[in-house]
Nanobody, 114 residues
Framework: QVHFVESGGGLVQPGGSLRLSCAGS????????MGWYRQVPGKQREWVAG???????NYLDSVNGRFTISRDFDKSTVYLQMNSLKPEDTGVYYC????????WGQGTQVTVFS
């Protein structure tokens, strides 16, 4: 059962921007604090950003000030605006609940290259 569909990834040069989207199945996005995560080959998936139902957000230190997480309750969608991208931001990006995670989606690949 697919809960999340991530999209918006791509190839971008350092300094560029991308906007990722995570479309969820109704309450899977609307009722829970949500997060974005990323994974690179050979490393564990890491948390990148989180947004709570009241709108508060927090970020991994390395992306703070460059990334912005937001959500649209009507569309059951969570976004990640990524600016000033760096090569170390490369990875597959996923969304999921912050707690009580459900099955992961397929993610969306972000590649930042010189």
């Amino acid at each position: 059962q697919v809960h999340f569909v991530e999209s918006g990834g791509g190839l971008v040069q350092p300094g560029g921007s991308l906007r990722l989207s995570c479309a969820g199945s109704g309450s899977f996005v609307s009722s829970y604090p949500m997060g974005w995560y990323r994974q690179v080959p050979g490393k564990q998936r890491e948390w990148v950003a989180g947004i709570y139902n009241g709108g508060a957000a927090n970020y991994l230190d390395s992306v703070n000030g460059r990334f912005t997480i937001s959500r649209d309750f009507d569309k059951s969608t969570v976004y990640l605006q990524m600016n000033s991208l760096k090569p170390e931001d490369t990875g597959v990006y996923y969304c999921n609940r912050l707690t009580g995670k459900v099955a992961w989606g397929q993610g969306t690949q972000v590649t930042v290259f010189s």
